[in-house]
């Protein structure tokens, strides 16, 4: 009689995505640990200013790596006419030069403001080319885990960079130590990306015009492209209500629930740790879900997770709401990539994204601008409670443009 071998376990789908394509297995690797050196460089930074400048030197510090990323369109640009993979090994090889510029000398502020600005520069350029390789490297039924992937090594700049910061800050050596190795994690991540293979430019280098009119024709195709234009318009949205939660938050556990510094960063760590385990679920579930489904259910997470923070009577319930908010933070960004992966042409596909970069950027801009304001008129509870019936209301925006899509 013939005995049957028993069946093989088969391997999990992130483990079968990684495993099987070194291409995507050497992106991802290298936006972790780039990610990383972006979470180190941002901690260690605003640790050598606080003392020497003080508040405003930190400002001035903020302001200069947020202020290139409006540029997203014209990043989004080179994203489409370059090769990727000398694009992007490029910014990391010169981000290392400007941070080890940095870790050297320890300029005075406004020689780092200057550097720090470049530093940004750079980063704004790299992002929307890495975001729009994905679909390159993987099946179209793998791009929603794919993406998953690839935000779970974005969260690690929130979860592990400014940890690992602050204990190389207090090593010997201090801020020394701690930005030369951030300057090697982009060397790092540049040898990592030597393994991608050499694709061309998405855009044939014979059809391009100028930088400004192809940014002007990326914006012009956002504008008109109905379903597109609404994940513009509703990420804005989306991105100024929770950047509000961000300003509100310290307040409502400081002063309402009088749960002191520890309480403050419990509930913070919440939302961090809901968008890691968001992340490694969806690596999974997200295979077998439409990526239209997935971005609806992120948002509506995230407006409830929001809701109930500001309703929340105790610190337990503030910390179970703001785990559920970052679920479903973690949820949408992956939603918003693959929908947007699915329906942008890949001639495209690096402005689109930068678009969507500076729409990000500006909603947060906005949501630090007045969320102060906002906490002092209406209190930090009524903060939350607007910010997530907001965030709710967004779904009608994007239910009608979204329903033809697959």
């Known amino acids: 009689?013939?005995?049957?071998?028993?069946?093989?376990?088969?391997?999990?789908?992130?483990?079968?995505?990684?495993?099987?394509?070194p291409a995507f297995r050497a992106l991802c690797a290298s936006r972790a640990v780039s990610f990383v050196g972006d979470g180190i460089t941002v901690t260690v930074l605003v640790l050598l200013v606080?003392?020497?400048?003080?508040?405003?030197?930190?400002?001035?510090?903020?302001?200069?790596?947020?202020?290139?990323?409006?540029?997203?369109?014209?990043?989004?640009?080179?994203?489409?006419?370059?090769?990727?993979?000398?694009?992007?090994?490029?910014c990391e090889l010169a981000s290392a030069l400007v941070i080890a510029a940095v870790a050297v000398a320890l300029p005075?502020?406004?020689?780092?403001?200057?550097?720090?600005?470049?530093?940004?520069?750079?980063?704004?350029?790299?992002?929307?080319?890495?975001?729009?390789?994905?679909?390159v490297l993987v099946a179209p039924a793998d791009r929603a885990p794919a993406n998953a992937l690839f935000g779970l090594a974005h969260t690690l700049q929130v979860a592990v960079g400014p940890a690992?910061?602050?204990?190389?800050?207090?090593?010997?050596?201090?801020?020394?130590?701690?930005?030369?190795?951030?300057?090697?994690?982009?060397?790092?991540?540049?040898?990592?990306?030597?393994?991608?293979?050499?694709?061309?430019?998405a855009r044939d280098p014979a059809a391009a015009t100028g930088v400004w009119a192809e940014a002007a024709a990326g914006l012009r195709y956002v504008a008109t492209h109905p379903q597109v234009r609404a994940l513009v318009l509703a990420l804005f949205i989306v991105v100024a209500l929770a950047a509000a939660d961000n300003v509100a938050l310290v307040f409502l556990t400081n002063d309402d629930l009088a749960a002191g510094p520890a309480g403050y960063g419990l509930a913070a760590s919440a939302f961090?740790?809901?968008?890691?385990?968001?992340?490694?679920?969806?690596?999974?579930?997200?295979?077998?879900?439409?990526?239209?489904?997935?971005?609806?259910?992120?948002?509506?997470?995230?407006?409830?997770?929001?809701?109930?923070?500001?309703?929340?009577?105790?610190?337990?319930?503030?910390v179970a709401a703001q785990l559920i908010a970052g679920a479903g933070n973690a949820m949408e960004n992956i939603g918003y990539d693959t929908v947007i992966q699915n329906?942008?042409?890949?001639?495209?596909?690096?402005?689109?994204?930068?678009?969507?970069?500076?729409?990000?950027q500006l909603g947060a801009g906005l949501a630090y601008t007045v969320g102060g304001l906002l906490v002092d008129l209406i209190g930090a509870r009524t903060t939350f409670i607007l910010a997530g019936a907001g965030t709710l209301?967004?779904?009608?925006?994007?239910?009608?443009?979204?329903?033809?899509?697959?």
């Open 1 to 21: 009689m013939t005995e049957l071998s028993p069946p093989v376990a088969e391997p999990a789908p992130q483990a079968r995505l990684l495993r099987g394509n």
């Open 343 to 360: 329906l942008v042409p890949r001639p495209m596909l690096g402005r689109v994204f930068g678009t969507v970069g500076t729409a990000a």
């Open 272 to 318: 961090g740790v809901g968008m890691l385990l968001a992340s490694i679920a969806c690596t999974r579930l997200a295979r077998s879900r439409p990526p239209v489904a997935l971005l609806i259910v992120g948002i509506a997470a995230s407006g409830a997770g929001t809701l109930v923070t500001g309703l929340a009577p105790v610190l337990a319930a503030v």
């Open 393 to 406: 209301a967004v779904l009608p925006i994007l239910a009608r443009p979204l329903r033809r899509q697959p």
């Open 50 to 90: 606080a003392p020497r400048d003080g508040s405003a030197g930190v400002g001035m510090l903020l302001l200069a790596n947020a202020l290139p990323r409006l540029g997203g369109p014209l990043a989004g640009v080179l994203a489409d006419r370059i090769q990727t993979r000398r694009l992007m090994m490029s």
């Open 164 to 201: 690992l910061g602050g204990l190389l800050a207090a090593q010997p050596g201090g801020f020394h130590t701690a930005l030369a190795v951030d300057a090697a994690t982009f060397v790092a991540s540049a040898l990592l990306l030597a393994r991608l293979p050499a694709l061309p430019p």
């Open 108 to 135: 005075p502020l406004p020689v780092l403001v200057a550097l720090v600005a470049a530093a940004g520069v750079l980063a704004t350029i790299r992002n929307p080319a890495g975001r729009s390789l994905v679909p």
